[in-house]
T-cell receptor, first 111, second 113 residues
Framework: QQQVKQSPQSLIVQKGGISIINCAYENTAFDYFPWYQQFPGKGPALLIAIRPDVSEKKEGRFTISFNKSAKQFSLHIMDSQPGDSATYFCAASKEAQKLVFGQGTRLTINP | DTGVSQNPRHKITKRGQNVTFRCDPI?????LYWYRQTLGQGPEFLTYFQNEAQLEKSRLLSDRFSAERPKGSFSTLEIQRTEQGDSAMYLC???????????FGSGTRLTVV
């Protein structure tokens, strides 16, 4: 059962551009929506997270936009840099227990 | 470094052998989670502990898998009679109850040949 759907699978962005990754969820009981960044051979690292009581959260170049009625949320990376090249996962959970992950987006930033 | 520590980092085993992985969480974290990640996929939840109590197990965790967390500190994940389909990255994460967001270790990559 696919509870979190992520798109696109892969994304190529020019340096300085905006990277946008989208996720949709099904379970309305989810109350925590994090984004993770993963480099090859490493575990996922928390980038930014949002609760459903806010529509947007910004930390540096990273912004989460959240649409509760549409059950969708997205990650925007502003001024994308080659060092941002990694795989990004959205996830969702209820009460910060087990995380349900999306399938991942492989982001490549061309210099 | 006070992050989540996993050992070994890599394990190659022959089909049918038993393997055990260890996870040392961040010391003040009372929740510990195991996930499995196959190539090109997101991590999938296996099981989690709050202190020493195993509170939830996924249907992915067949009878060949067992996890323990004695005394609520480190945890072990054992796979008996390994199969080629068990080849994956096994990730451990820990968190403190009531705080959102948890920390993953670098994982143990298992290859069954």
């Amino acid at each position: 059962q696919q509870q979190v759907k992520q798109s696109p699978q892969s994304l190529i962005v020019q340096k300085g551009g905006i990277s946008i990754i989208n996720c949709a969820y099904e379970n309305t009981a989810f109350d925590y929506f994090p984004w993770y960044q993963q480099f090859p051979g490493k575990g996922p690292a928390l980038l930014i997270a949002i609760r459903p009581d806010v529509s947007e959260k910004k930390e540096g170049r990273f912004t989460i936009s959240f649409n509760k009625s549409a059950k969708q949320f997205s990650l925007h990376i502003m001024d994308s840099q080659p060092g941002d090249s990694a795989t990004y996962f959205c996830a969702a959970s209820k009460e910060a227990q087990k995380l349900v992950f999306g399938q991942g987006t492989r982001l490549t930033i061309n210099p | 470094d006070t992050g989540v520590s996993q050992n070994p980092r890599h394990k190659i085993t022959k089909r049918g052998q038993n393997v055990t992985f260890r996870c040392d969480p961040i010391s003040e974290h009372n929740r510990l989670y195991w996930y499995r990640q196959t190539l090109g996929q997101g991590p999938e939840f296996l099981t989690y502990f709050q202190n020493e109590a195993q509170l939830e197990k996924s249907r992915l965790l067949s009878d060949r898998f067992s996890a323990e967390r004695p005394k609520g500190s480190f945890s072990t994940l054992e796979i008996q009679r390994t199969e080629q389909g068990d080849s994956a990255m096994y990730l451990c994460a820990s968190s403190r109850r009531g705080l959102y967001g948890y920390t993953f270790g670098s994982g143990t990559r298992l290859t069954v040949v």
